[in-house]
């Protein structure tokens, strides 16, 4: 308990230092998203519009350290200012509406390629030099390192066009509004398979590679050879003895991806033109959307911390030498 | 430390069936230079109630010998002959699940390094019960009951069933893996170094326990070790073991006062004894032999003091050196009696 305590300030200081950076940074480059705005414009800006403009955006001629504090309390209240290139939309409900999407598709794809590839890996190296581990981890490397947008297109290509068993792009067909009907899930879930397919194929050679090292090096160790002397069922010393210990530099790894998912993935929604943060974020770098950019990047910082916090909750649970340290 | 009298010496590993029967093992490593032989035709019984010393330097093949009896032994190493009965039946003929079985219900292992053999990540308690619900098919509240009174044995309290091993000293941790092999009162116990990683004091305190229980339980113990004190101290009968091959074997009293093969003598003068008047140690020259090239005749002759021409190239077999005494040199002239042994 006190370690997570521990652990917990540790990332509040860590959030704390990223909202900051986030406040400075933008406000050490020159200029400001109004003179932006009014360039971009190109046309006559009354100076009160300006004015309200600028008030809109929190600049404002107050000291730094009183914006600060106003910075801060409106994170908390979830307002991270109004979107430039989607004016006069805010941050919040901009990210807002892409959010769902990358989680479903990111969440998807890296719970399907954890499990599997984790899994794979355990099999192969408790097979060692067996069929399953000599064949799968240098084709799923194979596969893994064809250039990704290749690779989709060559699946949307395959199942989209020439096949025709799978939607070519969106996340759901037009002319569905949301709802809880089973067509509209079952239309979102036939969208979701190419995509989501894609990422595993491509991420499930390194979770495979790593869990099978892992393994191979736990299946070497003493209590090991002591759970066969005890003669317990060769599936229980797989799982509970040895996957059981291999696992655990896995669980860091799935934290750090779990965290990364909300930073979407733009090649996939790009080829296949689904919705998603990825894509986003790349538009608003390009449009020279700061407070849509510090949004977004902000809400992937706050994501990779408390990813970071679910997973040392995690790894409390199953690795008991930590709650002493 | 209880002594045995005369007479318990005699009797114990000659009356009835022997408990452990292994004959004329031979196991290979497969190594990429060649094949090494490890254990190279080696014989003993281990009779009911008998505690069996098996001694040599590191890389001997004691070791080798503990796996090849659980046939815990996985590639590269190989048992390419002889037989291992337990109880009468070759373990070497057993299948998969019949040898999963055999272990730990008749033939259970205390390993060298007791800060290893527990797995780090589940209580003592489940490491115990899973003793229990795969070999009896216990359940889980009947197996804890018998867990608890498995740690009470060992003298840890019943509450360290909740315990993760690393909550545990060295000294506990081991006690708990004694305990978890004592679980189903096999009728052997193989003690793979079992007191190595820890201290003197430590080390004699389960020395003791180990006995009391042996003497409680009445299981047989096939007991290795590197220190010949040790050894001397607890078991009934023990053998010297060289390069693979076994050098001398004798009950432990006989071997301690009178050894016979140079290499016994040699490997006595090395220990410290724990009573009596101080001695100067002498340590044995050089290394022991590569195994993968061993020396031709007797395998000990590079080191030995004593050594002939002759033990350059006749290897010498293990017969009677004395009454119960054998020994494997041609230096020990054989010993001849009328009885049983005659036959040889």
New interface residues.
């Given amino acids: 308990m006190v370690f997570l305590l521990r652990r917990l300030g540790f990332y509040v200081i860590a959030f704390w230092a990223c909202i900051t950076l986030n406040f400075f940074l933008p406000r050490l480059m020159p200029g400001d998203p109004v003179s932006r705005m009014f360039s971009q414009v190109q046309s006559q800006m009354r100076p009160d519009q300006v004015d309200a403009l600028r008030r809109l955006f929190g600049l404002d001629d107050r000291p730094l350290w009183e914006q600060y504090f106003t910075y801060i309390g409106k994170i908390f209240r979830g307002d991270m200012g109004i979107s430039l290139s989607r004016f006069p939309a805010p941050v919040s409900e901009v990210i807002g509406s892409q959010i769902g999407w990358t989680l479903l598709l990111g969440g998807t794809s890296l719970a399907i390629a954890v499990v599997l590839g984790n899994f794979l890996g355990v099999l192969a190296a408790w097979r060692r030099g067996k069929f399953l581990d000599s064949v799968f981890p240098p084709l799923l490397i194979f596969v893994g390192s064809f250039p990704y947008f290749w690779l989709a297109m060559a699946a949307l290509y395959l199942f989209g066009i020439t096949l025709g068993w799978l939607p070519l792009n969106h996340a759901f067909s037009t002319g569905l509004s949301a709802s809880f009907s089973l067509k509209y899930i079952g239309d979102v879930a036939a969208h979701l398979i190419l995509p989501a397919l894609t990422i595993v194929l491509v991420s499930i050679g390194g979770w495979m590679l790593g869990m099978r090292n892992t393994m191979i090096a736990t299946t070497a ?3 090991i ?9 060769p599936a ?1 010393i797989m799982f ?2 040895a996957a ?2 291999a696992m655990l530099p896995s669980v860091t790894s799935f934290g750090m991806s779990l965290g990364f998912v909300v930073g979407g993935a733009l090649l996939t929604e790009t080829v296949f033109a689904y919705p998603g943060i990825g894509y986003q974020l790349l538009t608003s770098v390009q449009a020279l959307d700061y407070p849509l950019t510090q949004g977004i990047f902000l809400t992937i910082t706050a994501a990779v911390l408390a990813a970071n916090f679910l997973v040392d909750i995690i790894y409390v649970r ?4 930590v709650r ?1 340290s | 430390m209880q002594t045995l009298t005369e007479q318990d010496r005699g009797n114990i590993g000659r009356a009835a069936a022997p408990v452990l029967s292994v004959k004329n093992l031979q196991v290979h490593y497969t190594a990429e230079s060649g094949d090494v032989t490890a254990v190279d035709g080696v014989s003993f019984d281990i009779g009911a109630g008998e505690v069996f010393g098996l001694a040599g330097e590191s890389g001997c093949g004691k070791s080798t010998i503990a796996n090849a009896v659980m046939r815990l032994l996985q590639t590269p190493a190989k048992i390419t002959g002889g037989s291992i009965e337990l109880n009468g039946r070759n373990l070497l003929d057993l299948g998969e699940e019949e040898l999963r079985r055999t272990r730990w219900r008749d033939v259970a292992m205390v390993f060298q390094s007791a800060m290893n053999s527990l797995n780090p990540v589940m209580t003592i308690g489940d490491q115990i019960v899973d003793v229990f619900t795969t070999h009896e098919r216990m359940p889980k509240k009947a197996a804890r009951e018998r867990a608890a009174e498995l740690l009470k044995l060992v003298d840890i309290s019943p509450d360290r069933l909740k315990s993760y091993p690393h909550q545990l000293s060295g000294g506990m941790r081991q006690r708990a893996v004694i305990a978890i092999a004592l679980a189903l009162k096999p009728s052997l116990l193989i003690m793979d170094e079992p007191t190595t990683a820890l201290d003197v004091v430590v080390q004699q305190e389960i020395m003791h326990q180990i006995k009391e229980l042996q003497q409680q339980l009445g299981f047989s113990i096939l007991f290795i070790t590197h220190d010949i004190s040790l050894m001397v101290e607890l078991s009934h009968r023990m053998a010297v073991m060289y390069a693979g091959k076994l050098v001398e074997v004798a009950p432990s009293k006989d071997m301690l006062e009178n050894p016979l093969h140079p290499y016994t003598h040699a490997l006595m003068g090395a220990f410290p004894p724990l009573t009596g008047p101080r001695v100067e140690l002498t340590g044995i020259p050089d290394a022991p032999p590569n195994m993968a090239h061993p020396p031709t005749g007797c395998r000990f002759h590079p080191r030995c003091p004593l050594a002939i021409d002759a033990c350059r190239t006749i290897e010498p077999l293990l017969l009677p050196g004395a009454e119960n005494h054998d020994a494997a040199c041609l230096l020990v002239p054989e010993y001849v009696v009328p009885s049983e042994r005659s036959s040889r």
């Fill in positions: 160790e003493d209590y050879t002591m759970a066969r002397a005890k003669g317990l069922r229980r509970q003895y059981r210990n199953l690795d008991p030498r002493v």
